[in-house]
C-alpha cells in the first residue's frame, strides 16, 4: 500500500489543504492520506492556542466525505514537540511492508533544513512536495538543504529527486489558489465570511463554536 502522511497545524482546516492532499494522492497514486494535526507545532506558535481536539474534530468534519483520507492523533498521543521526524518513524514502525510519502508543501520545503534531524526524513521515506503559488522550483536539486545535495541524483525530465536511500522527492503541482489558514483567522476576526475558503461543515463548526472570531 502507498500511503501518504500530510501533517500541519490545521488551524483551521481549509480547501488548500484538501487540494493538496488530492493533488499528491493523484500524482503519486496514494492509496491512503492520513492528516496528521500537530499538537505541538515547533516552527511557531499556535495562533489562538486552539485544543488539538477541536483542530482534530474539524480535520475529521473536512475529509468525512473522502474515502481516502483518514485522520491520525498520533501527535497528540505523545508528549514533547510534535517533530515530523519522529512521526515519520511512528508510522514506518506500523507500517512496515508500505511505502510512505511524506507531503509537504513547496513553501514549507524550502525551509526544511531548519527542521529537527531533517536530514533524516530522506532515508525513512519518500517526499511529496506541493507547489504553491509563489513557491513554484524550478531547480529541484538547488532547492535541496546544500548539507544533502551530494545525496541525491537529479532526472530533469521526471522532475524526481533520487535520494542514496533509494526514497524520492516528487513535485506536483498544486492548486491555484493560495488560502492560507492566517488569512482565515484574519477574516473572521474582521467579521468576513469564510465559507468559500473552507468545507461546509467546517464553516459551521467554527461559527457554532465561535472559533477565531475574536
Known sequence: MRIGLLGGSFNPIHNAHLRIAEAARMACRLDRVIFIPAADPPHKALAGDLPFAMRC???????????????????GERSGKSYSIDTIRAFRAQYTQDELFFIIGGDSFIEIGLWHSYEAIFRECSLIVVERPGYETVDQHAALPPAIKGEFSCDDESR???????????????????????????????????????????????????????
Open 57 to 75: 474534530r474539524m480535520v475529521a468534519l473536512a475529509i468525512s466525505d473522502y474515502a481516502p483520507f483518514e485522520l491520525s492523533t498520533i501527535e
Open 160 to 214: 524526481w529527486l533520487t535520494h542514496d536511500s533509494g526514497h524520492y522527492v516528487y513535485f506536483v503541482q498544486g492548486t491555484p489558489q493560495d488560502i492560507s489558514s492566517t488569512e482565515i483567522r484574519r477574516l473572521l476576526a474582521a467579521g468576513n465570511s469564510i465559507n468559500h475558503l473552507v468545507p461546509p461543515a467546517v464553516a459551521a463548526y467554527i461559527s457554532q463554536q465561535r472559533i477565531y472570531y475574536e
